[in-house]
């Protein structure tokens, strides 16, 4: 689903998904958070949240941010929506056109489920540019925002298998859909090859169009208690909100570790209380990518085309907050180096 190109100021994102992910918390219902006012210049941002929106402390929280950086330094307006859970095409192609429609130039798409309603809608609005986060979008008024989510899940993997006591580890993914098997895939890949005796449990808390994997903590708490009580004492979560519930479940079971994603969730505020669980997390870089679009726009020079965040441009990492890698930090980054260097290659697929 993603595919490489040149980095560069780039993309900001928008609502509806299906994943995350991820991994992918504020409710799911289709909601208008509002705008918030700059002082009528700067830029007009419409953001199209996945499901769980502003609030996740994952996914859509990272794209926040970035779009919040932009109209701190540029001025203008905000106006937000998120996606449900129940989505159809025409609910997501709808939700592009009311921003534009409205006079939000840039508009960003916040995960995966807006690429088929973005490339029509990016055809009727010529003069608008958009963002789409983890996917890609062929159109020439489109910036596609893409992150190699499968390396950076690697070094998770490497972390869990050095961190594991009892040589048995987890991943909890929110939507079975390609975007969150990279994660899965790279994850695994790090255990076995730090450790091919390690046993991995995988679970997937929804499938196909049921996005609700990805906004429902109550079913990463219960996925996560299972591994718990089946013996895995390391779990990686890529489940936007969901991932919440699984932190919390194991922060309830001494010497169990909870391995974040997306935004450093070590130091989220609404996670504070179980920040002594979290080993680490795979920070994605959403905020980067959106405000790199969204400045490209404000410059007059809108990013267009595929824009990939490596793990050699530090559009993937692993979180050191907490210092809790600290003593196997010498070892993440020799994996780190191989990958970029090409020694290590990192499956995209289980």
Known sequence: MRRVAKLSAACI????????????????????????????????????????????????????????????????????????????EADREQRLSDLADAGYNPVIGVGYAYAASMTKVAAKYPKTSFGIVDSVVEAKNVDSINFTEEQGSYLAGVAAALKSKSKHVGFIGGVDVPLIKKFEAGYVQGVKDTDAKIKIDTQYLSHGSDTSGFASPDKGKEAAQGMLDNGADVIYTAAGSSGNGAIEAVAGKKGSWAIGVDSDQYNI??????????????????????????????????????????????????????????????????????????????????
Do not use: W
């Open 269 to 350: 505020p609404g996670l504070a209380k179980y920040k002594s669980a979290i080993l680490t997390s795979m920070v994605k870089n959403v905020d980067v990518g959106v405000y790199d679009f969204i400045k490209s726009v404000h410059d007059g020079k809108p990013l267009t085309g595929t824009n990939s965040y490596s793990l050699a441009k530090d559009g993937v990492s692993l979180a050191t907050s907490g210092g809790f890698i600290d003593d196997i930090q010498a070892k993440l980054d020799a994996a780190k180096k191989k990958i970029v260097d090409g020694s290590i290659k990192v499956k995209t697929t289980p």
């Open 13 to 88: 994102a928008s609502a509806a998904l299906a994943l995350t992910a991820t991994a992918c918390g504020s409710t799911s219902s289709d909601k208008d958070t509002g705008s918030s006012s700059g002082d009528g210049k700067g830029v007009k941002i419409g953001l199209a949240f996945d499901v769980g929106g502003r609030g996740d402390r994952s996914f859509n929280d990272s794209a926040a941010r970035g779009a919040d950086k932009a109209k701190k330094e540029f001025g203008g307006d905000i106006k937000e929506l998120t996606a449900k859970t129940s989505d159809t």
